[in-house]
């Protein structure tokens, strides 16, 4: 998998111009309850999650605001990662469109819509959950 850590993503974005899509290794440490903007409020399960999205333009601005908590809240992802139990471990970084690297994971989808607004290729959702592994309590 292409994923960096929090200190080598941006010079992996600024080195290569052909980077469009960012996927976010989220990993959220005891279930939570998140109200996400008009999606009503839902009990997010521990574990790890993957967030799949992209910018044509600005895509280091665009990861750099997600992981920033100094935000209004505008996304359904915004509401997530503002969560208390929210971590961001790792940034993936693709030249293929935000859908296509969204399918390729084999992950559950737990929020119908999260993420998809704009989706045209039937994702269902551009967050997908791949389960709670050791070391993180339920
Ligand atoms: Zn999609």
């Given at each position: 998998m292409n994923a960096w850590g929090l200190e080598e993503w941006e010079n992996k974005v600024n080195a290569d111009e052909s980077l469009v899509t960012y996927q976010l290794h989220i990993i959220l440490r005891q279930a939570q309850q998140v109200r996400v903007g008009r999606l009503s409020s839902f009990l997010f399960p521990a574990g790890y999650y993957l967030y799949t999205g992209s910018a044509r333009r600005n895509l280091a601005a665009r990861v750099r605001r997600h992981l920033s908590r100094q935000k209004k809240l505008r996304w359904h992802i915004d509401y997530l990662l503002m969560a208390s139990a929210t971590q961001v471990t790792a940034v993936g970084l693709f030249s293929e469109t935000e859908c296509r690297c969204n399918q390729r994971i084999n992950g559950?989808?737990?929020?119908?819509g999260f993420g998809a607004?704009?989706?045209?290729?039937?994702?269902?959702?551009h967050l997908k959950y791949l389960g709670n592994m050791a070391g993180i309590s339920p």
């Open positions: 559950k989808i737990l929020l119908a607004s704009d989706c045209r290729a039937r994702c269902g959702s």
